[in-house]
């Protein structure tokens, strides 16, 4: 199981990014995936998690309506848009397969002018 995320950088306060992360090893198609984040000194929370068939999305209430996320089976990858940033989106954001309990090497995001 691998998963290789990218994406990441430094982005002005109100800019976007979008990150993606690239799975192998498993049936993507099958698995639900989350992105999650840790900020420094603060611990991992989840950001978002979309569902393996129906492509359900959750998120968190500090994300809604500024964060998508989003797959794309033919790719095994998964995607996270991220847009109107703010400085507390400054953290490592880390893809996740949670039927597998995998996780990838993860990708920094830093919002700041």
């Known amino acids: 199981v691998q998963l290789v995320e990218s994406g990441g950088g430094l982005v002005q306060p109100g800019g976007s990014l979008r990150l993606s992360c690239a799975a192998s090893?498993?049936?993507?198609?099958?698995?639900?995936m989350s992105w999650y984040r840790q900020a420094p000194g603060k611990e991992r929370e989840l950001v978002a998690t979309i569902s393996s068939i129906n492509g359900i999305r959750q998120y968190a209430d500090s994300v809604k309506g500024r964060f998508t996320i989003s797959r794309d089976n033919a790719k095994n990858t998964v995607y996270l848009q991220m847009n109107n940033l703010k400085p507390e989106d400054t953290a490592v954001y880390y893809c996740?397969?949670?039927?597998?309990?995998?996780w990838g090497q993860g990708t920094l995001v830093t919002v700041s002018s």
């Open positions: 996740y397969c949670r039927g597998l309990y995998a």
């Open positions: 090893g498993f049936t993507f198609s099958r698995s639900a």
